[in-house]
């Protein structure tokens, strides 16, 4: 538990510094070749260090809902289906403060 609530906090604090727009992409995990395309779509125009810190918060969600689904892995990615880049932050942020 507490590798991932390092993980949470680095990957809040590298992604704070994304930019939200107001119509985002969102993650579709409706199959793997979707969820790939949209993490694509999501990081579109992003720095290194930005896709890094995306790549962290994906991970940490990851990690997070598998362990809250008892490591059902389709239930970890039904719970971030739809997810917008406001709403990983969002999540990220109050998975850090826990």
Not at 26 to 43: G, V, W
Not at 61 to 88: N, Q, V
């Amino acid at each position: 538990m507490k590798l991932k609530r390092i993980l949470m906090m680095l990957a809040m604090v590298l992604f704070v510094a994304l930019s939200a727009a107001c119509d985002q992409p969102t993650i579709d995990t409706s199959s793997d070749e979707a969820f790939e395309a949209s993490l694509d779509e999501m990081t579109e125009g992003m720095s290194e260090e930005e896709e890094q810190a995306f790549a962290l918060a994906i991970l940490g969600l990851t990690l997070h809902y598998a362990d809250k689904y008892d490591g059902d892995e389709e239930a970890a990615m039904d719970a971030m289906d739809g997810m917008s880049l406001r709403d990983i932050k969002r999540e990220v942020e109050s998975l850090a403060g826990e």
